[in-house]
């Protein structure tokens, strides 16, 4: 999927970003009752848990497009020797793994893939197995607003880790995904 180069451009990225917002603001309450069926305080897991999120989502969409942009840097004297100019050019590498805790169920998840869709990788998302009622929320959520091809979810515990990892590292490169 990575190769395909799908997740490069600006609009793309933003409105992935905004796809989480959406899961976010459209399922707020059921995100907050699985939260608390896992055991957290319901306004911790508000704060915690999805207005990071929420707050993170707004700071990424303001620089994202300057984030984007070459930068221009200024060059040594040997290097004016051969050229008159140099900037740096921010590339995606590939696929990002993502593995959830069970403590921040939905800010250890969301919060890196934020990172991962503003830096136009793709990512897999392992969900906590350990926070089985916000594990199963994001697993129905997720699917229905990012695009499923670029970042898929996983739930289980250690064989489907397991299996996510061989595949990073087994027959297929980062890039293949």
Not at 33 to 43: E, I, M, P, S
Request: charged residues 20%.
């Amino acid at each position: 999927m990575f190769q395909s180069g799908k997740t490069r451009p600006e609009a793309f990225r933003q409105q992935q970003i905004y796809a989480i917002y959406r899961c976010i603001d459209e399922n707020q309450e059921a995100l907050l009752d699985a939260l608390v069926a896992d055991g957290k305080n319901r306004d911790e897991a508000y704060i915690s848990d999805l207005l990071t999120v929420v707050k993170e989502i707004a700071y990424v969409q303001s620089y994202l497009r300057s984030w984007m942009e070459p930068e221009r840097v200024s060059l040594d004297m040997a290097m004016t020797l051969c050229m008159d100019s140099g900037e740096i050019i921010r590339e995606p590498l590939g696929c990002v793994l993502i593995i959830g805790t069970w403590n921040y169920p939905v800010s250890t998840v969301l919060g890196p893939l934020i990172a991962a869709i503003s830096a136009g990788n793709t990512a897999v998302i392992k969900l906590s197995e350990v926070a089985t009622h916000t594990a199963e929320a994001l697993a129905k959520f997720l699917p229905m607003y990012l695009d499923k091809e670029a970042y898929p979810v996983v739930s289980g515990a250690v064989p489907e880790v397991t299996g996510v990892l061989f595949t990073f590292h087994g027959s297929l490169s980062l890039h293949d995904m």
